[in-house]
């Protein structure tokens, strides 16, 4: 290891020891989130945000242009079965059966539906971490890698990560996974980056149709805010009581 890599893993070594010692629990996690995530001190106030999506599943049509943008944005690696974000296709059936199918994500496109005759009806689902404000993937790493941003955000800090994959097993939406270059665990992170300058997210942003929105949780001027008060919001997986923060409206009971 360099002299640069030893004296930048012991300044914020120091400095998250005084935070400790000065009880602000706030001002370690700005601290944890600017040593991951390359922000400036005194640039972004995490405290100051609760972050949430919203995916209208009446609105996807499955273009996939918010998983293309999402592997451009966060340097996802282009391999199949590495995404932050993906989408799956649900085809419903007048037997009670239901087809899943998510082509490389969806970036491959959608295929022909077999025996149409039997659909009852399909549609898309966005999926992507659903920044749970009690996640469990931060619960089981064992070295403290993965952390909840003071905004709500889950993160993970490579510096710290020893590829366990605990979290990966942890997560019941199959939102991580290995990265196979840095053998860390990688995961969306509401293109963080992005978010400190006052951006929304790469997905956010390239919808063409709107599906997904962005904001603040409470407060009730942002998109977000609205997007819950006129829609019938329902969460993946509520019974695991993981209090999940991506926000679906018009979501099918079938979806798992």
Same mark, same amino acid.
């Given at each position: 290891m360099s002299d640069q890599g030893i004296d930048r893993r012991a300044f914020v070594g120091d400095l998250v020891a005084a935070c400790l010692a000065a009880g602000g629990p706030v001002l370690l996690g700005m601290v944890r989130v600017a040593a991951a995530q390359g922000v400036g001190a005194g640039a972004y106030d995490p405290s100051a945000h609760d972050y949430g999506i919203g995916i209208d599943i009446a609105k996807c049509i499955g273009c996939a242009r918010c998983v293309a943008a999402c592997k451009a944005e966060n340097d996802v *690696?282009? =391999?199949p079965h590495y995404f932050n974000t993906w989408i =799956?296709?649900?085809v419903l059936r007048t037997d009670g059966t239901v087809d899943v199918d998510s082509p490389n994500g969806g970036l491959d496109g959608f295929g022909p539906i077999e025996s149409e005759g039997d659909v009852l009806r399909t549609f898309f689902v966005p999926k992507l971490c659903n920044h749970c404000a009690n996640p469990p993937c931060v619960q089981v790493c064992p070295v403290?890698?993965?952390?909840?941003s003071p905004d709500g955000v889950v993160l993970v800090d490579d510096s710290y990560c020893i590829g366990c994959r605990y979290c990966i097993q942890a997560c019941p939406y199959g939102a991580r996974y290995l990265h196979p =270059?840095?053998?860390?665990a990688a995961k969306c992170t509401f293109c963080y980056h992005r978010l400190v300058k006052g951006l929304v997210p790469a997905c956010v942003e390239v919808c063409p149709t709107g599906a997904r929105v962005f904001g603040e949780v409470e407060k009730r001027a942002t998109p977000l805010a609205?997007?819950?008060r006129f829609n019938?919001?329902?969460? !993946?997986? *509520? &019974? !695991? &009581?993981t209090k999940p923060k991506a926000y679906y409206a018009n979501l099918d009971g079938e979806v798992r």
């Open positions: *690696p282009m =391999e =799956e296709r649900y403290g890698a993965t952390f909840q =270059e840095k053998h860390v609205r997007f819950m019938d919001i329902q969460v !993946l997986k *509520p &019974n !695991l &009581n």
